[in-house]
């Protein structure tokens, strides 16, 4: 069974099950399956799940809903992160 999303362990076939209850985009795949959820949010496993989904439904992948960025409301300093 291969791993789609390291970070937050989702396999192949977790993804495929949703695409073929009707989820066709990235958000809502994220959302129910947590894939891109992880530490690198999205970075590594976004372009699989776009795949999946392609190879599931024959969508182009141009024609793939990507997730949606969502800057935070209110500014962070690095300087109050860094304090341990």
Do not use: F, W
């Not at 977790?14 to 985009?25: D, P, Q």
């Not at 024959?58 to 809903?65: F, N, P, Q, R, Y």
């Amino acid at each position: 069974m291969r791993i789609v999303c390291r970070c937050e362990d989702v396999n192949e076939e977790e993804i495929r099950t949703l695409v073929r209850e009707g989820y066709h985009s990235i958000d809502e795949i994220k959302r129910l399956a947590r894939a891109g959820m992880g530490y690198c949010q999205g970075r590594t496993c976004k372009r699989l799940v776009a795949q999946i989904i392609k190879e599931e439904t024959g969508a182009s992948l141009d024609k793939i809903e990507h997730p949606r960025v969502r800057p935070p409301i209110k500014p962070v300093s690095l300087k109050i992160l860094s304090r341990g």
